[in-house]
């Protein structure tokens, strides 16, 4: 069960440690509630954060279908994408943040022409992670860009373990953005947000921060 004024006391913290390190930067908080209820996503509105993260196809569909007509949530899907997922998502995703293929490009700008996206990069070089390697990106950024889609930046996840080692990958991942001219640097979860931001994070991705353990799956 999530407790709205936890919820509430959590985001304030969140806040207050986002706003020590990022100095005056703008910094857009992402509620990622995989693993838990819409009682969550609801508990995100109200606090004021409009961007909710969901990782599977099926319980972001299951959630947004939930949601009152009024509850104005931004739905942004962070997980590793299917192909075949693609359609039925298109109608409710505003960003798509692990595109990291050209044949998700592709699909997308089919399905939902023009939409927002990031290139999701690989930072840990586990390959279950998802993301393509950064040598392969201003490729990918420039595909996505004929295909009429609007790549607003990148997006990685750092490798599990000490935060500190996902410094460098945050760091790299910051130069290529700077290089490519995209705004948006999706970096940073609960674990390693105050490297992330240290590193130019523009957008952090935070469930634990904000609702506690997540349930076992
Ligand atoms: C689960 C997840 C998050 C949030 O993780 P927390 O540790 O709960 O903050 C952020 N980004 C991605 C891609 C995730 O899968």
């Given at each position: 069960m999530i407790d709205p004024a936890l919820v509430e006391e959590r985001v304030t913290a969140l806040r207050d440690r986002i706003d020590r390190i990022a100095d005056g930067r703008n910094v857009t908080i992402v509620a990622?509630?995989?693993?838990?209820?819409?009682d969550a996503v609801l508990a995100a509105l109200r606090c004021g954060l409009s961007c909710v993260g969901e990782n599977y196809a099926q319980e972001l569909l299951a959630k947004a279908g939930a949601l009152?007509?009024?509850?104005a949530a931004e739905w942004h899907f962070l997980g590793r994408l299917q192909r075949n997922k693609v359609r039925s998502l298109a109608p409710v995703?505003?960003?798509?943040?692990?595109?990291?293929?050209a044949e998700l490009i592709d699909e997308i700008a089919r399905r939902a022409p023009g939409a927002r996206i990031l290139v999701q990069a690989?930072?840990?070089?586990?390959?279950?992670?998802g993301g393509a390697a950064l040598a392969e990106i201003p490729a990918l950024v420039e595909r996505a860009g004929e295909a009429g889609?609007?790549?607003?930046g990148l997006m990685g996840v750092g490798p599990e373990g000490?935060?500190?080692?996902a410094r460098s990958g945050f760091r790299a991942l910051v130069a290529l953005a700077d290089q490519l001219a995209l705004p948006c640097r999706s970096i940073g979860m609960t674990a390693d947000l105050e490297v992330a931001l240290q590193e130019g994070s523009t957008m952090i991705r935070v469930g634990g921060a904000l609702f506690g353990p997540r349930p076992a799956r």
């Amino acid at each position: 069960m999530i407790d709205p004024a936890l919820v509430e006391e959590r985001v304030t913290a969140l806040r207050d440690r986002i706003d020590r390190i990022a100095d005056g930067r703008n910094v857009t908080i992402v509620a990622v509630t995989k693993g838990f209820g819409l009682d969550a996503v609801l508990a995100a509105l109200r606090c004021g954060l409009s961007c909710v993260g969901e990782n599977y196809a099926q319980e972001l569909l299951a959630k947004a279908g939930a949601l009152p007509a009024d509850a104005a949530a931004e739905w942004h899907f962070l997980g590793r994408l299917q192909r075949n997922k693609v359609r039925s998502l298109a109608p409710v995703i505003d960003l798509w943040q692990s595109v990291d293929r050209a044949e998700l490009i592709d699909e997308i700008a089919r399905r939902a022409p023009g939409a927002r996206i990031l290139v999701q990069a690989n930072l840990s070089g586990e390959s279950q992670k998802g993301g393509a390697a950064l040598a392969e990106i201003p490729a990918l950024v420039e595909r996505a860009g004929e295909a009429g889609l609007l790549v607003e930046g990148l997006m990685g996840v750092g490798p599990e373990g000490v935060p500190e080692q996902a410094r460098s990958g945050f760091r790299a991942l910051v130069a290529l953005a700077d290089q490519l001219a995209l705004p948006c640097r999706s970096i940073g979860m609960t674990a390693d947000l105050e490297v992330a931001l240290q590193e130019g994070s523009t957008m952090i991705r935070v469930g634990g921060a904000l609702f506690g353990p997540r349930p076992a799956r």
